[in-house]
């Protein structure tokens, strides 16, 4: 295989990822969240879903994990505290600090949401066969893993996010 070609690969793999994101986005944005009883927009599902997942965080670390700044971190949290969603509470290995959990409530929000999502996931590829499906999310994943390595470490979980 020749470099142009190489190249084009590359380039084409480029697009489609970039066309991925904006389509994703684009979709996250027409559903109707508010609909689903205790729907999330997309900045409170993402902050719940890695604290649900992963959590609990120092507000640093999950800023860091989700590429956002600290004080619009800190914002987004303070208005899923005041949802009953998450809480803080003072970290055991430093008293200076806090952590942010999931509530009870929490849980659930995050379970009806993430299930919701899961459900469009699975309309958009009914047509695929399993084999099909397995190859790309071994293939998705691997993507996210190189992307993951390229990064600079922060003793953040970046490679859990598929949850």
Known sequence: MGSDELDDE?????????????????????????????????????LLSRVAVDGPFRLSALATDVSLDLSTVSRQVAALEGAGLVRRFQDPSDKRASL????????????ENRDRWLAIWRELLAEWEPEQRREFAALFTRLNESISERLPQTGTTFERDAR
């Open 10 to 46: 590359h380039a084409a793999i480029g697009r489609q990822v970039g066309r991925f994101i904006r389509l994703s986005e684009r979709l996250f944005a027409t559903l109707k969240w508010n609909e689903a009883g205790r729907g999330l927009e997309r900045p409170a599902y993402v």
């Open 100 to 111: 942010v959990e999931v509530t009870d409530v929490g849980r659930e929000v995050f379970a």
